[in-house]
T-cell receptor
Framework: RKEVEQDPGPFNVPEGATVAFNCTYSNSASQSFFWYRQDCRKEPKLLMSVYSSGNEDGRFTAQLNRASQYISLLIRDSKLSDSATYLCVVNKPSGGATNKLIFGTGTLLAVQP | GAVVSQHPSRVICKSGTSVKIECRSLDFQATTMFWYRQFPKQSLMLMATSNEGSKATYEQGVEKDKFLINHASLTLSTLTVTSAHPEDSSFYIC??????????????FGPGTRLTVT
Protein backbone atom coordinates (compact mmCIF):
# COMPACT_ATOMS: atom_id res chain seq x y z
CA ARG A 1 0.00 0.00 0.00
CA LYS A 2 1.30 3.45 -0.88
CA GLU A 3 1.95 5.80 2.00
CA VAL A 4 -0.18 8.50 0.40
CA GLU A 5 -2.77 7.62 -2.22
CA GLN A 6 -4.65 9.93 -4.54
CA ASP A 7 -6.87 9.51 -7.56
CA PRO A 8 -4.62 10.65 -10.43
CA GLY A 9 -7.52 12.02 -12.45
CA PRO A 10 -7.64 13.89 -14.70
CA PHE A 11 -10.63 15.82 -13.48
CA ASN A 12 -12.03 17.85 -16.36
CA VAL A 13 -14.51 20.41 -15.08
CA PRO A 14 -16.12 23.54 -16.52
CA GLU A 15 -15.38 26.96 -15.12
CA GLY A 16 -17.46 27.67 -12.08
CA ALA A 17 -17.81 24.03 -11.07
CA THR A 18 -17.11 22.64 -7.64
CA VAL A 19 -14.60 19.82 -7.52
CA ALA A 20 -13.36 17.63 -4.68
CA PHE A 21 -10.17 15.65 -4.33
CA ASN A 22 -9.56 12.86 -1.87
CA CYS A 23 -6.47 11.41 -0.35
CA THR A 24 -5.73 8.60 2.09
CA TYR A 25 -2.59 8.03 4.12
CA SER A 26 -1.27 4.91 5.77
CA ASN A 27 0.69 6.11 8.81
CA SER A 28 -1.66 6.78 11.69
CA ALA A 29 1.13 8.61 13.52
CA SER A 30 1.29 11.37 10.90
CA GLN A 31 0.51 14.76 12.37
CA SER A 32 0.80 17.32 9.60
CA PHE A 33 -1.07 17.43 6.36
CA PHE A 34 -0.85 19.73 3.39
CA TRP A 35 -2.16 20.32 -0.06
CA TYR A 36 0.40 21.54 -2.56
CA ARG A 37 -0.19 22.71 -6.08
CA GLN A 38 2.23 21.88 -8.87
CA ASP A 39 2.05 23.46 -12.30
CA CYS A 40 3.51 21.62 -15.27
CA ARG A 41 7.30 21.41 -15.06
CA LYS A 42 7.42 23.64 -11.98
CA GLU A 43 8.10 23.12 -8.31
CA PRO A 44 5.30 22.38 -5.83
CA LYS A 45 3.85 25.35 -3.98
CA LEU A 46 2.00 25.17 -0.71
CA LEU A 47 -1.71 25.70 -1.19
CA MET A 48 -2.81 25.15 2.38
CA SER A 49 -2.21 23.22 5.52
CA VAL A 50 -4.96 20.90 6.72
CA TYR A 51 -6.14 21.16 10.29
CA SER A 52 -8.18 18.71 12.33
CA SER A 53 -11.14 21.06 12.54
CA GLY A 54 -11.10 21.69 8.81
CA ASN A 55 -10.09 24.98 7.32
CA GLU A 56 -11.05 27.27 4.53
CA ASP A 57 -9.10 29.74 2.43
CA GLY A 58 -11.27 31.58 -0.02
CA ARG A 59 -12.60 29.08 -2.51
CA PHE A 60 -10.59 26.24 -1.03
CA THR A 61 -11.71 24.04 1.86
CA ALA A 62 -9.63 21.27 3.37
CA GLN A 63 -10.90 18.55 5.66
CA LEU A 64 -9.13 15.91 7.72
CA ASN A 65 -10.61 12.70 9.10
CA ARG A 66 -8.02 11.11 11.35
CA ALA A 67 -10.12 8.05 12.13
CA SER A 68 -10.37 7.18 8.45
CA GLN A 69 -6.91 8.63 7.62
CA TYR A 70 -8.52 10.64 4.89
CA ILE A 71 -7.93 14.17 3.64
CA SER A 72 -9.99 16.15 1.18
CA LEU A 73 -9.76 19.37 -0.78
CA LEU A 74 -12.80 21.15 -2.14
CA ILE A 75 -12.49 23.87 -4.75
CA ARG A 76 -15.53 26.03 -5.36
CA ASP A 77 -16.19 28.24 -8.39
CA SER A 78 -13.30 26.76 -10.36
CA LYS A 79 -11.18 29.16 -12.40
CA LEU A 80 -9.08 28.41 -15.45
CA SER A 81 -6.05 29.31 -13.36
CA ASP A 82 -6.85 26.46 -10.96
CA SER A 83 -5.71 23.97 -13.62
CA ALA A 84 -2.74 22.16 -12.08
CA THR A 85 -1.78 18.99 -10.26
CA TYR A 86 -2.81 18.93 -6.62
CA LEU A 87 -0.51 17.02 -4.31
CA CYS A 88 -1.59 15.55 -1.02
CA VAL A 89 1.34 15.68 1.39
CA VAL A 90 1.71 14.06 4.78
CA ASN A 91 4.55 14.15 7.25
CA LYS A 92 6.29 10.89 8.06
CA PRO A 93 7.22 10.64 11.70
CA SER A 94 10.77 9.40 11.81
CA GLY A 95 11.97 10.30 15.24
CA GLY A 96 14.58 12.94 15.96
CA ALA A 97 14.27 16.47 14.72
CA THR A 98 13.90 15.86 11.02
CA ASN A 99 10.42 15.41 9.69
CA LYS A 100 10.04 14.06 6.21
CA LEU A 101 7.21 14.77 3.84
CA ILE A 102 5.59 12.07 1.77
CA PHE A 103 3.95 13.20 -1.46
CA GLY A 104 1.03 11.62 -3.22
CA THR A 105 1.26 11.22 -6.97
CA GLY A 106 -1.12 14.11 -7.42
CA THR A 107 -4.51 14.70 -8.95
CA LEU A 108 -4.61 16.53 -12.24
CA LEU A 109 -7.30 19.19 -12.59
CA ALA A 110 -8.17 20.72 -15.94
CA VAL A 111 -10.70 23.54 -15.82
CA GLN A 112 -12.35 24.07 -19.18
CA PRO A 113 -13.67 27.42 -20.46
CA GLY B 1 10.05 35.68 2.27
CA ALA B 2 11.20 32.04 2.47
CA VAL B 3 12.71 31.97 -1.01
CA VAL B 4 14.75 29.04 -2.20
CA SER B 5 16.78 29.17 -5.40
CA GLN B 6 18.37 26.44 -7.45
CA HIS B 7 21.06 26.57 -10.06
CA PRO B 8 21.17 25.60 -12.84
CA SER B 9 17.53 25.40 -13.85
CA ARG B 10 18.33 23.10 -16.72
CA VAL B 11 21.39 21.08 -17.64
CA ILE B 12 22.22 18.69 -20.43
CA CYS B 13 25.30 16.55 -20.02
CA LYS B 14 26.94 13.55 -21.57
CA SER B 15 26.81 10.14 -19.98
CA GLY B 16 29.67 9.61 -17.55
CA THR B 17 30.10 13.23 -16.53
CA SER B 18 29.25 14.73 -13.15
CA VAL B 19 26.77 17.51 -12.54
CA LYS B 20 26.52 19.78 -9.52
CA ILE B 21 23.24 21.38 -8.51
CA GLU B 22 23.12 24.20 -5.96
CA CYS B 23 20.27 24.96 -3.59
CA ARG B 24 20.25 28.24 -1.69
CA SER B 25 17.94 29.69 0.92
CA LEU B 26 17.95 33.39 0.07
CA ASP B 27 16.33 35.07 3.04
CA PHE B 28 16.57 32.56 5.85
CA GLN B 29 18.95 30.08 7.35
CA ALA B 30 18.26 26.43 6.76
CA THR B 31 19.90 23.85 8.97
CA THR B 32 18.03 21.19 7.02
CA MET B 33 17.46 20.93 3.31
CA PHE B 34 15.88 18.13 1.36
CA TRP B 35 16.61 16.76 -2.08
CA TYR B 36 13.84 15.22 -4.17
CA ARG B 37 13.65 13.65 -7.57
CA GLN B 38 10.58 13.57 -9.79
CA PHE B 39 10.22 11.42 -12.88
CA PRO B 40 7.52 12.26 -15.45
CA LYS B 41 3.99 11.65 -14.20
CA GLN B 42 5.31 10.48 -10.84
CA SER B 43 5.38 11.97 -7.41
CA LEU B 44 8.27 13.68 -5.71
CA MET B 45 10.50 11.11 -4.09
CA LEU B 46 12.74 12.13 -1.23
CA MET B 47 16.34 11.22 -1.99
CA ALA B 48 18.14 12.58 1.04
CA THR B 49 18.06 14.98 3.93
CA SER B 50 20.93 17.43 4.02
CA ASN B 51 22.08 18.62 7.42
CA GLU B 52 24.36 21.61 7.80
CA GLY B 53 27.73 20.59 9.14
CA SER B 54 27.07 16.86 9.13
CA LYS B 55 26.56 13.98 6.77
CA ALA B 56 23.42 13.71 4.73
CA THR B 57 20.86 11.03 5.45
CA TYR B 58 19.92 9.03 2.38
CA GLU B 59 16.65 7.26 1.72
CA GLN B 60 16.61 3.56 1.08
CA GLY B 61 17.71 2.73 -2.43
CA VAL B 62 19.55 6.00 -3.06
CA GLU B 63 23.27 5.53 -3.61
CA LYS B 64 25.20 7.96 -1.45
CA ASP B 65 28.37 7.56 -3.54
CA LYS B 66 26.49 8.50 -6.68
CA PHE B 67 24.53 11.41 -5.26
CA LEU B 68 26.98 13.43 -3.20
CA ILE B 69 25.48 16.01 -0.91
CA ASN B 70 27.35 18.82 0.80
CA HIS B 71 25.69 21.28 3.16
CA ALA B 72 28.61 23.46 4.15
CA SER B 73 26.71 26.57 5.20
CA LEU B 74 23.31 27.53 6.55
CA THR B 75 22.20 28.80 3.16
CA LEU B 76 23.73 26.38 0.67
CA SER B 77 23.41 22.70 -0.09
CA THR B 78 24.79 21.04 -3.20
CA LEU B 79 23.90 17.79 -4.90
CA THR B 80 26.45 16.26 -7.25
CA VAL B 81 25.28 13.53 -9.57
CA THR B 82 28.45 11.60 -10.30
CA SER B 83 29.00 9.59 -13.48
CA ALA B 84 25.54 10.47 -14.70
CA HIS B 85 23.66 8.05 -16.92
CA PRO B 86 20.51 8.52 -19.00
CA GLU B 87 18.39 6.91 -16.26
CA ASP B 88 19.43 9.76 -13.96
CA SER B 89 17.58 12.19 -16.21
CA SER B 90 14.93 13.69 -14.00
CA PHE B 91 13.63 16.82 -12.29
CA TYR B 92 15.65 17.44 -9.13
CA ILE B 93 14.06 19.71 -6.55
CA CYS B 94 15.42 20.92 -3.26
CA UNK B 95 13.52 22.30 -0.32
CA UNK B 96 14.36 23.91 2.96
CA UNK B 97 12.72 24.42 6.28
CA UNK B 98 12.56 27.83 7.89
CA UNK B 99 12.19 27.14 11.57
CA UNK B 100 11.56 30.82 12.30
CA UNK B 101 8.15 30.70 10.67
CA UNK B 102 5.29 28.36 9.98
CA UNK B 103 4.99 24.71 10.81
CA UNK B 104 8.17 22.74 11.53
CA UNK B 105 7.03 20.40 8.80
CA UNK B 106 6.50 23.08 6.17
CA UNK B 107 9.07 23.10 3.40
CA UNK B 108 9.84 25.76 0.82
CA PHE B 109 10.80 24.46 -2.57
CA GLY B 110 13.33 25.63 -5.08
CA PRO B 111 12.29 25.94 -8.73
CA GLY B 112 13.93 22.64 -9.64
CA THR B 113 16.69 21.53 -11.98
CA ARG B 114 15.87 19.55 -15.06
CA LEU B 115 18.72 17.17 -15.81
CA THR B 116 19.01 15.44 -19.17
CA VAL B 117 21.81 12.94 -19.65
CA THR B 118 22.53 12.01 -23.25
Amino acid sequence: RKEVEQDPGPFNVPEGATVAFNCTYSNSASQSFFWYRQDCRKEPKLLMSVYSSGNEDGRFTAQLNRASQYISLLIRDSKLSDSATYLCVVNKPSGGATNKLIFGTGTLLAVQP
Amino acid sequence: GAVVSQHPSRVICKSGTSVKIECRSLDFQATTMFWYRQFPKQSLMLMATSNEGSKATYEQGVEKDKFLINHASLTLSTLTVTSAHPEDSSFYICSARDLSRGSPYEQYFGPGTRLTVT
